[in-house]
């Protein structure tokens, strides 16, 4: 009934920018957190940026300074801008929202995943 679609990976250059997306939609009552994680060949899956309903953010010590996490709540949007990228940031990032959906007894709140794209930084 939820689907976060992500988009906007890719390959580029040391120090060079992308911005990834991802949407949300399906029956959605509403979006609490929203964030990025990341997964590196050999690696486990790490938190790299995040966004609360409240509209603090944090990031991971790694990223701070280059990446910027925002949202577009009318749209059920979250973006995370990535500049001076590194080769180490080479890794499938996956898009994280907390969504709350209305069903017949009532509200259930449930965490969604993206499928992921690819970021690859060559050095």
């Known amino acids: 009934q939820v689907q976060l679609v992500e988009s906007g990976g890719g390959l580029v250059q040391a120090g060079g920018s992308l911005r990834l997306s991802c949407a949300a939609s399906?029956?959605?009552?509403?979006?609490?957190?929203m964030g990025w994680y990341r997964q590196a060949p050999g690696k486990e899956r790490e938190l790299v940026a995040a966004?609360?309903?409240?509209?603090?953010?944090n990031y991971t010590d790694s990223v701070k300074g280059r990446f910027t996490i925002s949202r577009d709540n009318a749209k059920n949007t979250v973006y995370l801008q990535m500049n001076s990228l590194k080769p180490e940031d080479t890794a499938v990032y996956y898009c994280?929202?907390?969504?709350?959906?209305?069903?017949?007894?009532?509200?259930?709140?449930?965490?969604?995943w993206g499928q992921g794209t690819q970021v690859t930084v060559s050095s």
């Open positions: 399906g029956r959605i009552f509403s979006i609490n957190a």
């Open positions: 966004s609360s309903g409240g509209g603090s953010t």
């Open positions: 994280n929202a907390d969504i709350v959906v209305r069903i017949a007894v009532g509200l259930v709140s449930s965490t969604y």
